[in-house]
Structure formats: C-alpha cells, structure tokens
C-alpha cells in the first residue's frame, strides 16, 4: 500500500471523469498526477497541486478545478475529508481504517515493503571508490565507498540490475612511483640503510611487507640492476598487494565489487583501446587539431602552448573543447577514461553513474560530453560528487595515520569506532556538502548520535516483543495473533502519527534513488526512529499507549502489530545503507 500512489490514482481517475462530463475541453492532455505530503500536518495526510498545473492548459482558474475533483474524491473508499487551501491545494484526509489496514500490509509484505520496480531490471553500472593502487585507503575514499555502495543497494532495492564496479588507475607515472618506493623497500628488507625516504617517493610503513616478500623472492637480483630490468616486476607485485590491501579494507565496511576494471587493460595484449576509442569520436567528425588558452587560475595537466589533438566536447555541453592526444602523440587522461566509458557502453550499459571526489570535479562537463558523444545521446551519466571528510575526536582535529605517514586510513577510523558508524555517519549529510566526523560523538549512546538513535529503536522493539512473550508467549512477530490483529485499536494520534510516519517509506525510497541520493534514507530512519521512541516514552504517562497490557491480549497483539510494522521498514532501511539491524545493543 502507498498511500501516495492511492491519492494520485484516484485524482487520476477524478480528473478523467471530468474530462468525460466536458468540464475539460476533449483535447487537454491530463497531466501525471503527484501527491505530497502537505507541509501543514493539520491540512490533511496527503496534499497535491493538480489544480495549479492544470490552470493555464484548462484555462480554468485553479480553485475551481480543485472544487471539482474534491467533489469527485468525496465519499470514497479510506477517504475521509477532502478540502481546498489557497490558490487550489488539495489536501486529502484518509480514514483511520486506511492506515489500521497499512500495518497489517506492511506485515504481509515483510521485507518488499516499499519495494516498487521503479528498475524494472534496468542494467547500471555503479563505479565508485576507484582509488589510485598505491597505498592504503584514507578516509575521503571511505565516504566514497560508503556513499557508492549505498547507492548501489538502493538502485538494488526499487529494482535496477546493478553493477558494482572499481576503476583500478594502473596504468600511469604513479604506479611507476610506487614501484620505486617499493624497490627501496626491498632494499631495506635486504639489510640496507635507507635513510629517509626521498621525496616524491611513497613513504608509508604499508611498503615494508612489500618490500619483504619481493626480497624473499628474489633475493638481491634487482639491488644493483638497471630500473628497466626490475620496474615492471615491481610494480605488478606492488599493484597486487595494494589492490589485495584496498579489498580488505573494504570488506572491513562490508564494501564489495562485482568488477575491478584495470586502465591497463585498455592498451594490454597489442590491443589499443585509447586509439579505438579515439577513432569512434573522429568517424562522428568530432576530432579536429587546434590550441587551447591556458587554464585560468592554473596550468592544467592536458595544457600546452602547441596544436593538439581535441574533443569537441562544446558540441555537447562543455565549457571547452578538451585535449585527447599531446603534440608529442602521448594521450591525455581524459583519452583513457573516455576509452573506459566506451567500453562500459560495449558491455551494454546505458544508465551510468561515477562517484567522484572532491579533487574531480572539474571532470564533470568533460564526462558527461564523452559519454553523450560516444552513445549519440543514448546513454545517461550521472557524476556524485563526495566532498570532504574533517576528523575530530572530542572537537579537536585529528592527526594524520603513523602507518600511511600521511593521512588518516580508512581501517584507522573502522577499527576505532566499528563499521556500522563510519558507514550511517558518512550518508547522514548530502555527498555534495563537507562531512566533520567526530570520534567521540559517533559512539554516544544518546539521541544526538543518529546511528545508535536509529540501531537503537530496532533493539528496542525486538526487546518489546521479548518482554511480550513472558505474558503471552505465542505472540510472536509472525504469529496468527499478531498477523491478523484487531488494528481498530490502533487509534490514538500517537499510534496513527507513527503509522502515517512508515507510511511515507516507499515514496522515500522511489524519491531517494531517483535522486541518486541515500542520505534522505539516513534522515528518514532518524525521523523514523525518534517517531517510535517518543510513542514509547509517551506510554511511561499514559497507560493506553504502552506496548504491551498483561491484562488484554488482543490490545496487547495490535500494539505488537504495530511494533512488528515499526521494526520491518527500520530494518529494510538499515539494510539499504548497509548497517546492522541489531536485536539488542551492549
């Protein structure tokens, strides 16, 4: 049962009963109705501005038309009032029956409440993390990871047939530079006096065991040897041990991927994916030789004072038209992620989205042209920009990692403070806007710790149900009892003020992945959870409302039922972001 989706089709149905009474002229086209919730509470459960969209095209004022489909709406079925605000709100009322009837849905559903297939098993392709393989991951690439990996579960959740995908950027000058660190290393391991790590080079302890297990192997082989002879077996040696390295990390956050697509391979085999990719753009004659003007503010990596080979990415939504190939003949970065995305597209993806840090963002707009160019406009980017993480403990900032040497790792904050903070803290604030993630504030066990707050109100109504069975044991979550419960005695506003609360969970769903936007799963649960624990603690003053009532098994069955209800759409959106559900809390 969506409650949104019900008011919308049955405007939907008023609007064409208007139509055929002539009340519309036979040839206005009915828009799609959109039902919201009212910002008033006292307006009514649902609200929709029907009337207003349709004014201009009708050629009616709005109130009029908004009189005219209340009078269609009234005397329906769950429909208790109706009524007009304004210039021609509608604001709709549902019965108390509608809502009673809305737990016991939810308990029939279980788990696929909520779930619409707004999908429709549509393929998309879901990269996110894609950290450069030269050390351990630090924690802006957490935020990333957390934020890619809810979203992929969401898309999961209404639907979509997701692939969860990693970009492994093995294929540049930083890896040759992590193969250098690495070979000092070995050095080391060997017995020799490295002294300090030069600059430019990786300094990080994570090397050492590296180091070792390549002095292991090869014994003093490459000590003296020519960098040509030993750069390529270092840096295929260190390229795994990072990426083995990253995994674990990852799974640390319970983060896995479906595919870890090497920049490598796009050149790897005598096959040359670059000039392929290359090629496409030049048949569609959007390849041309020319200059740009320098990058205001600063140099730019794909600059240079000589004719060029570019893009014609104006063409298709850019700022400017961007370098693919240097003077000397060497491609630019950009030529390699538009081979990547070519070959995304080959693998039969036209629905793409790329999680990118802060540092990225002026990829954006060339992005999106490639993509739009490549696919002649078939298939859709969307960039999710995850800006900056700020670590403080007790409000003071925290140091950089001992064993990085650089930066704080992602394992450092996991092991501290358990993965189920880290992740719910990285999705509660929008991607777009600095996150502070405070040591100390994330493992309170108070209200203004959202992530116990919210683990919290799950714990709590499986501990009601335990208590429960000391009085009436056979009333389980799935018992008859409490499956089919007299939920006519769900009717104090404090219980229908809950019940409308789980009610808004599939519209929030649907919302939040067509959004590409998890975090309002986050804000949802809160809001959700301090529902629920305020309908508890209003229990402790007046009787009617607790739980649970040694002396009534039926009334004691509906609240359950209503407790039942309250724990499924938590867990389902716990589930979401990818954090425990738990059944108590130490």
């Given at each position: 049962m969506n409650v949104f989706a019900l008011v919308e089709a049955r405007i939907a149905d008023a609007l064409k009963a208007l139509k055929s009474e002539g009340f519309f002229n036979d040839d206005l086209a009915l828009p799609n109705v959109e039902a919201e919730v009212p910002r008033d509470?006292?307006?009514?459960?649902?609200?929709?501005?029907?009337?207003?969209?349709?004014?201009?095209?009708?050629?009616?004022?709005?109130?009029?038309?908004?009189?005219?489909?209340?009078?269609?709406?009234?005397?329906?079925?769950d429909i208790e009032a109706v009524s007009v605000a304004g210039p021609g709100f509608l604001n709709v009322t549902l019965a108390p029956s509608y809502w009673q009837n809305l737990v016991a849905s939810i308990l029939k559903q279980g788990s696929a409440f909520g779930q619409p297939d707004l999908g429709q098993a549509k393929k998309v392709n879901v990269e996110y993390v894609s950290a450069n393989p030269t050390g351990p991951m630090h924690v802006g690439h957490c935020r990333g990871a957390v934020f890619g990996d809810a979203l992929a579960n969401l898309l999961e959740f209404v639907g979509y047939d997701v692939a969860r995908e990693y970009y492994i950027n093995d294929a540049g000058g930083q890896v040759d530079v992590l193969a250098r660190s690495v070979h000092l290393r070995y050095r080391e391991a060997l017995g020799e006096d490295i002294g300090a790590i030069p600059e430019g080079l990786y300094p990080g302890d994570y090397l050492k065991p590296v180091g070792a297990t390549l002095a292991k192997a090869h014994g003093r082989t490459f000590v003296d040897a020519p960098?040509?002879?030993?750069?390529?077996?270092?840096?295929?040696?260190?390229?795994?041990?990072?990426?083995?390295?990253?995994?674990?990390?990852?799974a640390a956050l319970n983060i896995r991927h479906d595919v870890f697509f090497s920049e490598a391979s796009l050149t790897a085999n005598g096959n040359d994916g670059v000039k392929a990719a290359v090629d496409v753009l030049a048949n569609k004659g959007?390849?041309?030789?020319?200059?740009?003007?320098?990058?205001?503010?600063?140099?730019?990596?794909?600059?240079?004072d000589r004719e060029q080979t570019l893009f014609k990415s104006t063409d298709f939504g850019d700022d400017e038209d961007r370098a693919i190939q240097k003077s000397d003949g060497s491609y630019t970065y950009f030529a390699g992620d538009i081979a990547y995305h070519l070959n995304k597209l080959e693998r039969g993806f036209l629905h793409l989205i790329?999680?990118?840090?802060?540092?990225?963002?002026?990829?954006?707009s060339r992005m999106k042209a490639a993509v739009k160019a490549l696919s002649e406009g078939k298939a859709d980017l969307d960039?999710?920009?995850?800006?900056?993480?700020?670590?403080?403990?007790?409000?003071?900032?925290?140091?950089?990692?001992?064993?990085?040497?650089?930066?704080?790792t992602l394992r450092d904050v996991v092991d501290e403070v358990g993965r189920?903070?880290?992740?719910?803290?990285?999705?509660?604030?929008?991607?777009?806007?600095?996150?502070?993630?405070?040591f100390a504030k994330v493992t309170e066990q108070s209200r203004d710790n959202p992530v116990f707050y919210v683990?919290?109100?799950?714990?709590?109504?499986?501990?009601?149900?335990?208590?429960?069975?000391?009085?009436?044991?056979?009333?389980?979550?799935?018992?008859?009892?409490?499956?089919?419960?007299?939920?006519s005695q769900l009717k104090d506003p404090a219980d229908l003020a809950l019940i409308k609360r789980l009610a808004f969970f599939p519209k929030l769903v649907q919302s939040a992945a067509r959004a590409h936007?998890?975090?309002?799963?986050?804000?949802?649960?809160?809001?959700?959870?301090?529902?629920?624990?305020?309908?508890?603690?209003?229990?402790?003053?007046?009787?009617?409302?607790?739980?649970?009532?040694?002396?009534?098994?039926?009334?004691?069955?509906?609240?359950?039922?209503?407790?039942?209800?309250?724990?499924?759409?938590?867990?389902?959106?716990?589930?979401?972001?990818?954090?425990?559900?738990?059944?108590?809390?130490?």
């Amino acid at each position: 049962m969506n409650v949104f989706a019900l008011v919308e089709a049955r405007i939907a149905d008023a609007l064409k009963a208007l139509k055929s009474e002539g009340f519309f002229n036979d040839d206005l086209a009915l828009p799609n109705v959109e039902a919201e919730v009212p910002r008033d509470a006292s307006h009514g459960d649902v609200a929709s501005n029907i009337a207003m969209v349709l004014a201009k095209p009708a050629k009616t004022k709005p109130r009029e038309i908004a009189e005219a489909i209340k009078g269609k709406l009234e005397g329906g079925d769950d429909i208790e009032a109706v009524s007009v605000a304004g210039p021609g709100f509608l604001n709709v009322t549902l019965a108390p029956s509608y809502w009673q009837n809305l737990v016991a849905s939810i308990l029939k559903q279980g788990s696929a409440f909520g779930q619409p297939d707004l999908g429709q098993a549509k393929k998309v392709n879901v990269e996110y993390v894609s950290a450069n393989p030269t050390g351990p991951m630090h924690v802006g690439h957490c935020r990333g990871a957390v934020f890619g990996d809810a979203l992929a579960n969401l898309l999961e959740f209404v639907g979509y047939d997701v692939a969860r995908e990693y970009y492994i950027n093995d294929a540049g000058g930083q890896v040759d530079v992590l193969a250098r660190s690495v070979h000092l290393r070995y050095r080391e391991a060997l017995g020799e006096d490295i002294g300090a790590i030069p600059e430019g080079l990786y300094p990080g302890d994570y090397l050492k065991p590296v180091g070792a297990t390549l002095a292991k192997a090869h014994g003093r082989t490459f000590v003296d040897a020519p960098e040509a002879d030993w750069l390529a077996v270092f840096r295929s040696s260190a390229i795994d041990a990072m990426m083995d390295m990253i995994r674990d990390d990852l799974a640390a956050l319970n983060i896995r991927h479906d595919v870890f697509f090497s920049e490598a391979s796009l050149t790897a085999n005598g096959n040359d994916g670059v000039k392929a990719a290359v090629d496409v753009l030049a048949n569609k004659g959007l390849i041309y030789k020319g200059t740009l003007e320098r990058p205001k503010g600063h140099e730019g990596e794909d600059w240079e004072d000589r004719e060029q080979t570019l893009f014609k990415s104006t063409d298709f939504g850019d700022d400017e038209d961007r370098a693919i190939q240097k003077s000397d003949g060497s491609y630019t970065y950009f030529a390699g992620d538009i081979a990547y995305h070519l070959n995304k597209l080959e693998r039969g993806f036209l629905h793409l989205i790329n999680v990118f840090g802060a540092d990225h963002v002026g990829y954006i707009s060339r992005m999106k042209a490639a993509v739009k160019a490549l696919s002649e406009g078939k298939a859709d980017l969307d960039i999710k920009v995850c800006q900056l993480v700020k670590l403080f403990r007790g409000g003071e900032p925290v140091k950089m990692s001992k064993r990085a040497g650089t930066f704080v790792t992602l394992r450092d904050v996991v092991d501290e403070v358990g993965r189920d903070p880290v992740r719910f803290m990285m999705l509660y604030r929008k991607n777009d806007a600095s996150l502070d993630f405070d040591f100390a504030k994330v493992t309170e066990q108070s209200r203004d710790n959202p992530v116990f707050y919210v683990q919290y109100a799950h714990a709590r109504a499986a501990s009601v149900f335990r208590r429960a069975r000391e009085a009436f044991p056979e009333l389980t979550a799935d018992s008859k009892s409490v499956l089919e419960a007299d939920l006519s005695q769900l009717k104090d506003p404090a219980d229908l003020a809950l019940i409308k609360r789980l009610a808004f969970f599939p519209k929030l769903v649907q919302s939040a992945a067509r959004a590409h936007e998890p975090h309002r799963v986050a804000f949802y649960l809160y809001d959700l959870a301090s529902e629920f624990h305020g309908l508890w603690t209003r229990g402790n003053d007046l009787p009617q409302l607790r739980f649970i009532h040694e002396d009534d098994e039926s009334l004691t069955a509906a609240r359950l039922a209503l407790v039942a209800a309250t724990q499924t759409v938590l867990s389902a959106g716990l589930g979401v972001l990818g954090v425990e559900a738990p059944e108590a809390m130490r």
